[in-house]
């Protein structure tokens, strides 16, 4: 039985002219330029806001004249462009997470061992008493402690990570359009 396809959410966007879509201050040509901020932040806002499994179809609305004027190809191409590559710079820092979570884990363990090392070699040094159980007690807690943050980078922390870069490769394959704005 074929595979039921994705769903298309459509992102209306509104905009006098096609390079308000894109960051005035950038210099490079128009095809290799970032999003506007706040086009960036409309059109993610928006994709959030829609399944995991939607495919994306971004509705450019444009005065009669400036829709004939831009090229829906060289558009799409550049909106592509620039969520590839805020994908990749997710996936950098996916990586970098994991990178920082092993290294902390080798920390943390370390730690770990070092305070166990330490409670277990107490009676000896000092003698039982209840201050060694006390510190004993201390040490262990210090230890375990001590892999928190591993823990949490390893297993928690990645998420976000991983769901802008999965929404950013969803956009990255957006179907764009460009639609002539009804004259109000």
């Known amino acids: 039985m074929p595979k039921?396809?994705?769903?298309?959410?459509t992102i209306d966007v509104r905009i006098a002219r096609i390079e308000s879509l894109?960051?005035?201050?950038?210099?490079?040509?128009?095809?290799?330029?970032?999003?506007?901020?706040?086009?960036?932040?409309?059109?993610?806002?928006w994709a959030r806001e829609y399944p995991s499994d939607a495919a994306f179809?971004?509705?450019?609305?444009?005065?009669?004249?400036?829709?004939?004027?831009?090229?829906?190809?060289?558009?799409?191409?550049?909106?592509?462009?620039?969520?590839?590559?805020?994908?990749?710079?997710?996936?950098?820092?996916?990586?970098?997470?994991?990178?920082?979570?092993?290294?902390?884990l080798a920390i943390g363990l370390s730690v770990l061992a070092l305070c166990l090392l330490i409670r277990e070699s107490l009676p000896a040094?000092?003698?039982?008493?209840?201050?060694?159980?006390?510190l004993g007690e201390g040490l262990a807690i210090l230890g375990w402690v001590s892999n928190w943050r591993p823990l949490e980078t390893l297993l928690y922390d990645w998420w976000?990570?991983?769901?802008?870069?999965?929404l950013y490769r969803r956009l990255a394959k957006s179907e764009v359009e460009i639609v002539p704005a009804e004259a109000g």
């Open 160 to 166: 976000p990570i991983h769901r802008r870069l999965t």
């Open 4 to 9: 039921p396809s994705a769903p298309v959410a």
């Open 22 to 45: 894109f960051e005035s201050l950038d210099p490079s040509p128009f095809h290799d330029r970032d999003l506007d901020p706040k086009a960036l932040d409309y059109i993610v806002g």
């Open 57 to 104: 179809r971004l509705r450019l609305h444009l005065p009669g004249p400036e829709a004939a004027r831009a090229g829906a190809g060289d558009v799409a191409a550049a909106i592509r462009a620039n969520f590839t590559y805020w994908a990749d710079s997710e996936a950098r820092d996916r990586r970098e997470q994991f990178r920082m979570g092993r290294r902390y």
């Open 125 to 134: 040094l000092i003698g039982a008493s209840p201050l060694t159980q006390f």
